[in-house]
Protein backbone atom coordinates (compact mmCIF):
# COMPACT_ATOMS: atom_id res chain seq x y z
CA UNK A 1 0.00 0.00 0.00
CA UNK A 2 1.28 3.87 -0.96
CA UNK A 3 1.46 6.74 1.66
CA UNK A 4 -0.21 9.55 0.24
CA UNK A 5 2.70 12.12 0.18
CA UNK A 6 0.35 14.69 2.45
CA UNK A 7 -0.22 12.25 5.24
CA UNK A 8 3.75 11.10 4.80
CA UNK A 9 4.98 14.68 5.12
CA UNK A 10 2.47 15.57 8.21
CA UNK A 11 3.60 12.56 10.23
CA UNK A 12 7.08 13.10 9.50
CA UNK A 13 6.53 17.04 10.94
CA UNK A 14 4.27 15.68 14.15
CA UNK A 15 7.28 13.08 14.46
CA UNK A 16 9.23 15.10 17.17
CA UNK A 17 6.32 16.08 19.42
CA UNK A 18 5.58 12.83 21.20
CA UNK A 19 9.26 13.24 22.87
CA UNK A 20 8.89 17.24 23.02
CA UNK A 21 5.97 16.70 25.23
CA UNK A 22 6.95 14.12 27.86
CA UNK A 23 9.93 16.16 28.17
CA UNK A 24 7.99 18.51 29.05
CA UNK A 25 5.58 16.72 31.09
CA UNK A 26 8.92 15.20 33.57
CA UNK A 27 10.08 18.88 33.72
CA UNK A 28 7.46 20.15 34.76
CA UNK A 29 6.40 17.13 37.48
CA UNK A 30 4.89 17.70 39.83
CA UNK A 31 1.89 19.76 38.44
CA UNK A 32 -0.81 18.41 40.82
CA UNK A 33 -1.01 16.92 44.61
CA UNK A 34 1.00 13.51 45.21
CA UNK A 35 -0.35 10.46 46.77
CA UNK A 36 1.71 8.36 49.39
CA UNK A 37 -0.24 5.22 50.63
CA UNK A 38 0.37 4.27 53.86
CA UNK A 39 0.11 0.36 53.99
CA UNK A 40 -1.14 0.43 57.34
CA UNK A 41 -3.80 2.04 60.23
CA UNK A 42 -2.12 4.99 61.54
CA UNK A 43 -0.37 5.46 64.65
CA UNK A 44 2.34 3.21 63.70
CA UNK A 45 5.86 3.38 62.50
CA UNK A 46 4.94 3.54 58.78
CA UNK A 47 2.59 6.43 59.61
CA UNK A 48 4.98 8.42 61.37
CA UNK A 49 7.60 8.24 59.37
CA UNK A 50 5.62 8.20 55.76
CA UNK A 51 4.45 11.17 57.14
CA UNK A 52 7.78 13.16 58.00
CA UNK A 53 8.74 12.15 54.85
CA UNK A 54 5.63 13.33 52.26
CA UNK A 55 6.33 16.37 54.20
CA UNK A 56 10.00 16.46 52.68
CA UNK A 57 8.88 15.78 49.22
CA UNK A 58 5.90 18.37 49.46
CA UNK A 59 8.44 20.76 50.77
CA UNK A 60 11.41 20.46 48.30
CA UNK A 61 8.99 19.82 45.18
CA UNK A 62 6.13 22.41 46.14
CA UNK A 63 3.28 20.60 45.94
CA UNK A 64 0.44 18.93 48.63
CA UNK A 65 1.36 15.43 49.76
CA UNK A 66 -1.83 13.50 50.40
CA UNK A 67 -0.70 10.82 53.03
CA UNK A 68 -3.81 8.33 52.81
CA UNK A 69 -3.57 4.51 54.86
CA UNK A 70 -5.16 1.84 53.18
CA UNK A 71 -4.32 -0.93 55.76
CA UNK A 72 -4.68 -4.47 55.72
CA UNK A 73 -3.36 -7.77 54.74
CA UNK A 74 0.26 -7.12 56.33
CA UNK A 75 0.28 -4.20 54.19
CA UNK A 76 -1.11 -5.95 51.41
CA UNK A 77 -4.01 -3.87 50.47
CA UNK A 78 -2.17 -0.59 50.03
CA UNK A 79 0.95 -2.35 48.19
CA UNK A 80 -1.52 -3.56 45.60
CA UNK A 81 -3.24 -0.31 45.15
CA UNK A 82 0.27 1.46 44.02
CA UNK A 83 1.22 -1.62 42.38
CA UNK A 84 -1.71 -1.08 39.61
CA UNK A 85 -1.49 2.55 39.65
CA UNK A 86 -0.49 4.73 36.85
CA UNK A 87 3.49 5.33 36.93
CA UNK A 88 3.41 8.90 36.28
CA UNK A 89 5.09 9.24 40.07
CA UNK A 90 1.74 10.81 41.22
CA UNK A 91 0.77 7.10 43.57
CA UNK A 92 3.45 6.57 45.71
CA UNK A 93 4.15 3.53 48.62
CA UNK A 94 5.67 3.90 51.75
CA UNK A 95 7.23 0.31 51.17
CA UNK A 96 8.26 -1.65 54.62
CA UNK A 97 9.10 -5.25 56.01
CA UNK A 98 5.58 -6.16 55.51
CA UNK A 99 4.44 -5.76 52.14
CA UNK A 100 7.68 -5.67 50.30
CA UNK A 101 9.63 -8.95 52.07
CA UNK A 102 7.26 -10.96 54.57
CA UNK A 103 4.09 -11.20 52.64
CA UNK A 104 5.73 -13.40 49.66
CA UNK A 105 6.37 -16.02 52.70
CA UNK A 106 2.77 -15.68 54.51
CA UNK A 107 0.12 -14.88 51.75
CA UNK A 108 -0.34 -17.23 48.79
CA UNK A 109 -2.20 -15.07 46.71
CA UNK A 110 -0.75 -11.56 46.63
CA UNK A 111 -1.68 -9.65 44.02
CA UNK A 112 1.62 -7.66 43.25
CA UNK A 113 5.15 -9.21 42.76
CA UNK A 114 7.26 -7.32 45.39
CA UNK A 115 10.20 -7.58 42.71
CA UNK A 116 9.01 -6.82 39.71
CA UNK A 117 5.80 -4.34 40.20
CA UNK A 118 8.10 -1.51 42.30
CA UNK A 119 10.68 0.71 41.41
CA UNK A 120 12.65 1.74 44.81
CA UNK A 121 13.32 5.39 45.63
CA UNK A 122 14.84 5.89 48.58
CA UNK A 123 15.02 3.85 51.83
CA UNK A 124 14.76 6.62 54.74
CA UNK A 125 15.26 4.87 58.31
CA UNK A 126 15.38 1.88 60.03
CA UNK A 127 14.32 0.45 63.56
CA UNK A 128 14.86 -2.33 65.95
CA UNK A 129 11.51 -4.26 67.35
CA UNK A 130 10.98 -4.37 70.96
CA UNK A 131 9.10 -6.60 73.60
CA UNK A 132 6.84 -4.90 75.72
CA UNK A 133 4.64 -6.22 78.52
CA UNK A 134 1.71 -4.70 79.95
CA UNK A 135 2.04 -3.34 83.65
CA UNK A 136 0.22 -6.30 84.90
CA UNK A 137 2.78 -8.70 83.89
CA UNK A 138 5.60 -9.17 86.60
CA UNK A 139 8.07 -10.29 84.28
CA UNK A 140 11.05 -7.82 83.76
CA UNK A 141 13.32 -9.71 81.47
CA UNK A 142 13.24 -12.37 79.46
CA UNK A 143 14.45 -15.13 81.65
CA UNK A 144 11.60 -14.19 84.03
CA UNK A 145 9.40 -13.80 80.79
CA UNK A 146 9.72 -17.50 79.57
CA UNK A 147 9.42 -18.71 82.84
CA UNK A 148 6.29 -17.30 83.25
CA UNK A 149 4.50 -18.15 80.02
CA UNK A 150 5.30 -22.06 80.97
CA UNK A 151 2.93 -21.79 83.63
CA UNK A 152 0.88 -19.26 82.27
CA UNK A 153 0.36 -18.70 78.79
CA UNK A 154 1.06 -14.89 77.29
CA UNK A 155 -0.35 -13.50 74.56
CA UNK A 156 1.66 -10.54 72.37
CA UNK A 157 -0.19 -8.50 69.91
CA UNK A 158 1.41 -7.46 66.78
CA UNK A 159 0.49 -4.76 63.62
CA UNK A 160 -1.08 -7.52 61.75
CA UNK A 161 -0.90 -11.46 60.51
CA UNK A 162 2.09 -11.14 58.00
CA UNK A 163 3.59 -7.88 59.49
CA UNK A 164 7.22 -7.56 60.25
CA UNK A 165 6.53 -7.52 63.77
CA UNK A 166 4.32 -11.01 63.32
CA UNK A 167 7.35 -12.69 61.73
CA UNK A 168 10.05 -11.35 64.73
CA UNK A 169 7.67 -12.52 66.97
CA UNK A 170 7.62 -16.39 65.18
CA UNK A 171 11.63 -16.17 65.19
CA UNK A 172 11.71 -15.50 69.20
CA UNK A 173 8.61 -18.16 69.85
CA UNK A 174 10.97 -20.80 68.08
CA UNK A 175 14.35 -19.36 69.31
CA UNK A 176 12.83 -19.49 73.36
CA UNK A 177 10.41 -22.11 73.44
CA UNK A 178 8.05 -19.38 75.77
CA UNK A 179 4.59 -20.21 75.47
CA UNK A 180 2.96 -17.34 73.29
CA UNK A 181 -0.59 -16.55 71.88
CA UNK A 182 -0.17 -14.14 68.62
CA UNK A 183 -2.89 -11.93 68.36
CA UNK A 184 -2.83 -9.42 65.46
CA UNK A 185 -4.30 -5.97 65.09
CA UNK A 186 -4.90 -3.43 62.62
CA UNK A 187 -1.47 -1.75 62.81
CA UNK A 188 0.81 -0.92 65.62
CA UNK A 189 -1.40 2.27 66.98
CA UNK A 190 -4.55 0.16 67.42
CA UNK A 191 -3.17 -2.71 69.91
CA UNK A 192 -1.56 0.12 72.29
CA UNK A 193 -5.27 1.00 74.18
CA UNK A 194 -5.35 -2.81 74.66
CA UNK A 195 -1.76 -3.24 76.01
CA UNK A 196 -1.93 -0.43 78.66
CA UNK A 197 -5.46 -2.26 79.87
CA UNK A 198 -4.01 -5.57 79.74
CA UNK A 199 -6.37 -7.05 77.38
CA UNK A 200 -3.15 -7.97 75.92
CA UNK A 201 -0.47 -9.35 77.84
CA UNK A 202 2.52 -8.05 75.53
CA UNK A 203 3.10 -6.94 72.28
CA UNK A 204 6.29 -6.63 69.57
CA UNK A 205 6.74 -3.10 68.23
CA UNK A 206 8.90 -1.20 66.62
CA UNK A 207 11.05 0.51 69.52
CA UNK A 208 9.58 3.99 68.27
CA UNK A 209 6.27 3.31 69.27
CA UNK A 210 6.89 1.15 72.62
CA UNK A 211 9.74 3.86 73.65
CA UNK A 212 7.01 6.36 74.93
CA UNK A 213 4.65 4.51 76.90
CA UNK A 214 7.95 2.59 78.25
CA UNK A 215 9.14 6.34 79.69
CA UNK A 216 5.83 7.41 80.67
CA UNK A 217 5.84 3.82 82.86
CA UNK A 218 2.44 2.83 81.41
CA UNK A 219 4.11 -0.63 80.08
CA UNK A 220 8.04 -1.72 80.30
CA UNK A 221 10.15 -2.80 77.15
CA UNK A 222 11.71 -5.90 78.13
CA UNK A 223 14.34 -6.23 75.33
CA UNK A 224 15.04 -4.45 72.05
CA UNK A 225 16.05 -7.03 68.88
CA UNK A 226 19.30 -4.46 68.11
CA UNK A 227 23.00 -5.50 68.11
CA UNK A 228 23.39 -2.61 70.64
CA UNK A 229 21.27 -0.85 73.18
CA UNK A 230 19.62 2.58 72.37
CA UNK A 231 21.31 5.66 73.80
CA UNK A 232 17.30 7.02 74.25
CA UNK A 233 16.98 4.30 76.70
CA UNK A 234 20.10 2.93 77.91
CA UNK A 235 18.71 0.76 80.88
CA UNK A 236 17.30 -1.70 77.84
CA UNK A 237 19.46 -4.88 76.98
CA UNK A 238 18.94 -6.04 73.62
CA UNK A 239 18.00 -9.61 73.26
CA UNK A 240 21.40 -11.02 72.58
CA UNK A 241 22.15 -9.44 76.16
CA UNK A 242 19.56 -11.44 77.24
CA UNK A 243 20.21 -14.50 76.47
CA UNK A 244 18.74 -14.99 73.00
CA UNK A 245 21.84 -14.74 71.06
CA UNK A 246 22.34 -12.77 68.12
CA UNK A 247 18.66 -12.24 67.55
CA UNK A 248 18.09 -8.68 65.85
CA UNK A 249 14.93 -7.73 64.24
CA UNK A 250 14.20 -4.71 62.41
CA UNK A 251 11.52 -2.33 60.40
CA UNK A 252 12.50 -0.44 57.65
CA UNK A 253 10.95 2.49 55.74
CA UNK A 254 10.92 3.70 52.60
CA UNK A 255 9.43 5.12 49.31
CA UNK A 256 8.74 2.97 46.20
CA UNK A 257 6.90 3.91 43.21
CA UNK A 258 4.78 1.60 40.62
CA UNK A 259 7.37 -0.24 38.14
CA UNK A 260 8.00 1.90 34.69
CA UNK A 261 8.00 5.22 36.88
CA UNK A 262 10.03 7.25 34.87
CA UNK A 263 13.59 7.41 35.96
CA UNK A 264 13.61 11.25 35.78
CA UNK A 265 10.76 11.14 38.32
CA UNK A 266 11.85 8.92 40.65
CA UNK A 267 15.11 11.15 40.69
CA UNK A 268 13.38 14.10 41.86
CA UNK A 269 11.43 12.33 44.37
CA UNK A 270 14.65 10.78 46.11
CA UNK A 271 16.83 14.10 45.75
CA UNK A 272 13.68 15.60 47.87
CA UNK A 273 13.89 12.87 50.43
CA UNK A 274 17.98 12.61 50.31
CA UNK A 275 18.25 16.07 50.64
CA UNK A 276 15.38 16.77 53.67
CA UNK A 277 17.38 13.53 55.74
CA UNK A 278 20.79 14.69 55.30
CA UNK A 279 22.87 14.88 58.51
CA UNK A 280 21.81 17.18 61.63
CA UNK A 281 18.76 18.30 59.21
CA UNK A 282 15.46 18.51 61.80
CA UNK A 283 14.07 15.42 59.80
CA UNK A 284 16.85 13.48 60.54
CA UNK A 285 16.87 15.06 64.16
CA UNK A 286 13.24 13.88 64.42
CA UNK A 287 13.73 10.10 63.70
CA UNK A 288 16.52 9.97 65.78
CA UNK A 289 14.75 11.49 68.86
CA UNK A 290 11.74 8.62 67.92
CA UNK A 291 14.49 6.13 67.63
CA UNK A 292 14.84 5.56 64.53
CA UNK A 293 18.79 5.10 62.56
CA UNK A 294 18.20 7.38 59.56
CA UNK A 295 19.10 5.20 56.52
CA UNK A 296 22.79 6.00 54.83
CA UNK A 297 23.70 7.92 51.82
CA UNK A 298 23.88 4.91 49.98
CA UNK A 299 20.73 2.91 51.10
CA UNK A 300 18.59 6.09 50.31
CA UNK A 301 19.52 5.75 46.72
CA UNK A 302 17.02 3.87 44.34
CA UNK A 303 20.23 1.22 44.01
CA UNK A 304 21.14 0.67 47.23
CA UNK A 305 17.33 0.93 48.52
CA UNK A 306 16.31 -1.87 45.90
CA UNK A 307 19.44 -4.00 46.81
CA UNK A 308 18.72 -3.70 50.34
CA UNK A 309 15.03 -4.45 49.39
CA UNK A 310 16.59 -7.89 47.69
CA UNK A 311 18.85 -8.93 50.80
CA UNK A 312 15.86 -8.54 53.48
CA UNK A 313 13.77 -10.36 51.50
CA UNK A 314 15.98 -13.40 51.06
CA UNK A 315 16.57 -12.89 55.08
CA UNK A 316 12.52 -13.29 55.42
CA UNK A 317 12.83 -16.34 53.25
CA UNK A 318 14.99 -17.79 55.59
CA UNK A 319 13.38 -16.91 58.84
CA UNK A 320 9.92 -18.23 57.40
CA UNK A 321 11.86 -21.52 57.21
CA UNK A 322 13.11 -21.22 60.86
CA UNK A 323 9.72 -20.09 62.29
CA UNK A 324 7.94 -22.61 60.21
CA UNK A 325 5.47 -20.54 58.54
CA UNK A 326 4.24 -21.26 55.36
CA UNK A 327 1.92 -18.90 52.95
CA UNK A 328 -1.34 -19.37 53.74
Same mark, same amino acid.
Given at each position: ??????????? &???????????????????????????????????????????????????????????????????????????????????????????????????????????????????????????????????? *????????????????????????? &??????????????????? #????????????????????????????????????? /???????????????? *?? #??????????? #?????????????????????? %???? %????????????????? /?????????? *??????????? *???????????
Amino acid at each position: MTIPRRIFLAA &LGAAPVLPLLVRRTLAAYPERPIHLIVPFAAGGNADIVGRITGDLISKTLNQPVVVENRGGAGGGVGAEFVAHATPDGYTLLVGSNGPLTVNPFVHADLGYDPLKDFVAVSLTSYVPHALIMSSKVQAKNMT *ELIAQSKTTPLTVATSGIGSATHMT &LERLKAATGANITHVPYRG #GGALMPDLMSGTVDGAMTEFSTALPLHQAQQAHIVAI /AAAHRSKLAPDIPTFD *ES #GVKGFTAQSYI #GVVAPAKTPAEIVDKLQTAIAQ %GLSP %GSPAAERLSGLGSEVAS /AEQMTPKGFA *EFIRADYENMR *EAAKLAGITPQ
